[in-house]
């Protein structure tokens, strides 16, 4: 983040400013020159700035183009990554690809503060922007639009977002008001009486803002046929807007991960919950049930799929068997879920990521089991039968389903218990995964490599549309092993994301 302060200490005439806060002020710019943190130009007024102003950062789309799901103005398929125009005056902080649809997150602009009585604006900052298929309303425009070829702000949010997140039909934001506390991060050294005056500044000035909200919030919208949205048994089965999850109010949300019909959120405190479809055993609740048949309530219910009853969950309820363990991150997949702890041991839950693996708890797939056979593992992807998790020191590991050699082995085995990705990645470190239903992407070194389903086998297609190119290499076939995606000379990924098949990047140029 970026912070001006315009301070008008003309000669002229008096500053606004008590004396008790000049002084404070002509202490503190002292001892921010010492260190350094500021560079004065002294004009009319004086602009100083903490920081420098971030490189820009771009989004690059590929893959099948279909409901213009890619933002290029265009329902054709992409072979290669093309940068996405709509943003050209806007720095990107986010992106996230989901079954036909694509959401943008861009990035926190600076706030300004001024030392005279002006209140100072709020530039733009943490805005969702969303393009492709919108048949259930995942897009968060109107229920009326069926799809879009380019991003469109989506509506009703109107404050700071810090984290996006979409799935096969719906769609997520986290509110952040983290702006005020972001001064403190770094200047320590500048002492407490300028850190404290800055941000009892910022608070004044964001509580007179409209539209500041507590952070860690959880917005939902879109398909809502198996409680996926977590908004309670009598919502709509179509929610096209975003709508407050008003059960989870007063809980900070950290992360929240969206699979095809089921979505998992992360607290603050570690906490996971899960919500929506529970085929396969993908929520980790277990199987409810009573010496009198099926508990039903208002909360949760049961669906006939395939011949059995499933339950669904409608509103967020925690994951039992991950009480007393803290838990960083999760992910989501089409019938599976994965997470994290603070120890950095991997649980996965879900019939059929479970069935055949090396895990503790073999007998009660529905839940929690730890995955045995890992290191240390900071990031985790599921897609729509494979798992991919990153560890601390950079390695790569891959298991389940690997039709059309998703999992990066260099071959189509079917793999039960997680196997090391080599190729590119045995001399160089991986910073970032991505799962879709049948490809994978990673970052290494500021480049993003892409392996698995390019498209031409089992294409996927729709009212004669194109499809495939997914993996951004010019053309449709499969990839067995980890490829490098040709952006050109200094560019450097900074996120990635895959989606049924299309995917994006975020990037900068260095």
Same mark, same amino acid.
């Not at 200490?9 to 921010?32: G, V």
């Not at 994290?340 to 990521?353: H, L, S």
């Not at 082995?409 to 799962?435: H, L, M, R, W």
């Given at each position: 983040m970026v912070v001006y302060f315009n301070c008008c200490f003309k000669k002229s005439r008096p500053c606004s400013q008590t004396k008790t806060e000049k002084k404070m002020w002509s202490r503190s710019l002292a001892r921010m020159r010492k260190h350094n943190f500021i560079r004065i130009l002294e004009k009319d007024s004086w602009r100083r700035w903490i920081c420098s102003e971030p490189r820009k950062r771009f989004a690059a789309l590929w893959g099948n183009g279909d409901y213009g799901r890619l933002g290029l103005s265009s329902l054709e398929s992409q072979w290669r990554p093309v940068v996405c125009s709509s943003?050209?005056?806007?720095?990107?902080?986010?992106?996230?690809?989901?079954?036909a649809h694509t959401l943008f997150l861009t990035a926190m602009a600076s706030v300004r503060i001024e030392a005279h009585n002006n209140t100072p604006p709020l530039t733009e900052t943490g805005r969702v922007y969303a393009t492709g298929l919108n048949d259930f309303g995942q897009l968060g425009i109107s229920e009326n639009t069926s799809y879009?070829?380019?991003p469109h702000e989506v509506s009703g949010l109107g404050k700071e977002i810090s984290q996006i997140s979409a799935g096969y039909h719906h769609s997520s934001a986290i509110t952040d008001d983290s702006t005020n506390w972001n001064l403190t991060r770094g200047f320590s050294s500048l002492g407490e009486e300028l850190v404290g005056y800055m941000c009892r500044t910022m608070v004044k000035v964001l509580s007179s803002r409209k539209g500041v909200t507590v952070d860690g919030e959880l917005y939902i919208w879109g398909k809502n046929s198996?409680?996926?949205?977590?908004?309670?048994?009598?919502?709509?089965?179509?929610i096209p807007v975003p709508t407050k999850v008003e059960c989870l109010s007063g809980i900070f949300i950290k992360l929240a991960a969206l699979g095809s019909e089921h979505s998992v959120a992360v607290t603050d405190g570690g906490r996971?919950? +899960? %919500? #929506?479809?529970?085929?396969? @055993?993908? $929520?980790?609740?277990?199987?409810?049930?009573?010496?009198?048949?099926?508990?039903?309530?208002t909360?949760?219910?049961?669906?006939?799929?395939?011949?059995?009853?499933?339950?669904?969950e409608y509103t967020p309820r925690l994951i039992k068997k991950l009480e007393g363990i803290k838990v960083k991150t999760a992910a989501a997949g089409l019938l599976h879920s994965t997470c994290i702890d603070e120890n950095g041991c991997v649980f996965i839950f879900g019939q059929r990521a479970v069935d055949k693996m090396v895990v503790q708890d073999r007998n009660n797939v529905t839940t929690p089991s730890l995955v045995s056979e890992l290191p240390y593992s900071e990031d985790v992807a599921c897609g729509g039968y494979h798992t991919?998790?990153?560890?601390?020191?950079?390695?790569?590991? +891959? %298991? #389940?389903?690997?039709?059309? @050699?998703? $999992?990066g082995i260099g071959s189509t085995d079917v793999c039960n218990s997680p196997e090391k990705v080599q190729g590119p990645f045995a001399e160089s470190p991986v910073y970032k995964v991505s799962c879709g239903w049948k490809h994978t992407a990673a970052i290494s070194e500021g480049n993003v490599f892409t392996w698995g389903w390019g498209g031409s086998?089992?294409?996927?297609?729709?009212?004669?549309?194109?499809?495939?190119?997914?993996?951004?290499?010019?053309?449709?076939?499969?990839?067995?092993?980890?490829?490098?995606?040709?952006?050109?000379?200094?560019?450097?990924?900074?996120?990635?994301?895959?989606?049924?098949?299309?995917?994006?990047?975020?990037?900068?140029?260095?």
């Amino acid at each position: 983040m970026v912070v001006y302060f315009n301070c008008c200490f003309k000669k002229s005439r008096p500053c606004s400013q008590t004396k008790t806060e000049k002084k404070m002020w002509s202490r503190s710019l002292a001892r921010m020159r010492k260190h350094n943190f500021i560079r004065i130009l002294e004009k009319d007024s004086w602009r100083r700035w903490i920081c420098s102003e971030p490189r820009k950062r771009f989004a690059a789309l590929w893959g099948n183009g279909d409901y213009g799901r890619l933002g290029l103005s265009s329902l054709e398929s992409q072979w290669r990554p093309v940068v996405c125009s709509s943003f050209e005056n806007q720095s990107l902080k986010a992106i996230a690809c989901g079954g036909a649809h694509t959401l943008f997150l861009t990035a926190m602009a600076s706030v300004r503060i001024e030392a005279h009585n002006n209140t100072p604006p709020l530039t733009e900052t943490g805005r969702v922007y969303a393009t492709g298929l919108n048949d259930f309303g995942q897009l968060g425009i109107s229920e009326n639009t069926s799809y879009t070829l380019e991003p469109h702000e989506v509506s009703g949010l109107g404050k700071e977002i810090s984290q996006i997140s979409a799935g096969y039909h719906h769609s997520s934001a986290i509110t952040d008001d983290s702006t005020n506390w972001n001064l403190t991060r770094g200047f320590s050294s500048l002492g407490e009486e300028l850190v404290g005056y800055m941000c009892r500044t910022m608070v004044k000035v964001l509580s007179s803002r409209k539209g500041v909200t507590v952070d860690g919030e959880l917005y939902i919208w879109g398909k809502n046929s198996h409680g996926q949205l977590g908004l309670g048994k009598k919502a709509a089965k179509v929610i096209p807007v975003p709508t407050k999850v008003e059960c989870l109010s007063g809980i900070f949300i950290k992360l929240a991960a969206l699979g095809s019909e089921h979505s998992v959120a992360v607290t603050d405190g570690g906490r996971v919950l +899960s %919500w #929506g479809g529970g085929g396969s @055993g993908r $929520l980790g609740h277990g199987q409810e049930s009573s010496i009198l048949g099926f508990l039903r309530s208002t909360r949760y219910d049961f669906l006939l799929v395939d011949n059995a009853k499933v339950l669904s969950e409608y509103t967020p309820r925690l994951i039992k068997k991950l009480e007393g363990i803290k838990v960083k991150t999760a992910a989501a997949g089409l019938l599976h879920s994965t997470c994290i702890d603070e120890n950095g041991c991997v649980f996965i839950f879900g019939q059929r990521a479970v069935d055949k693996m090396v895990v503790q708890d073999r007998n009660n797939v529905t839940t929690p089991s730890l995955v045995s056979e890992l290191p240390y593992s900071e990031d985790v992807a599921c897609g729509g039968y494979h798992t991919c998790v990153v560890t601390s020191g950079g390695e790569l590991y +891959s %298991w #389940g389903s690997n039709e059309n @050699g998703c $999992l990066g082995i260099g071959s189509t085995d079917v793999c039960n218990s997680p196997e090391k990705v080599q190729g590119p990645f045995a001399e160089s470190p991986v910073y970032k995964v991505s799962c879709g239903w049948k490809h994978t992407a990673a970052i290494s070194e500021g480049n993003v490599f892409t392996w698995g389903w390019g498209g031409s086998n089992g294409t996927f297609s729709d009212d004669g549309h194109s499809s495939g190119g997914q993996l951004g290499h010019g053309n449709d076939i499969d990839y067995i092993q980890p490829t490098m995606v040709n952006f050109g000379k200094n560019v450097r990924a900074l996120e990635v994301s895959c989606g049924f098949n299309h995917t994006g990047a975020i990037l900068e140029y260095v």
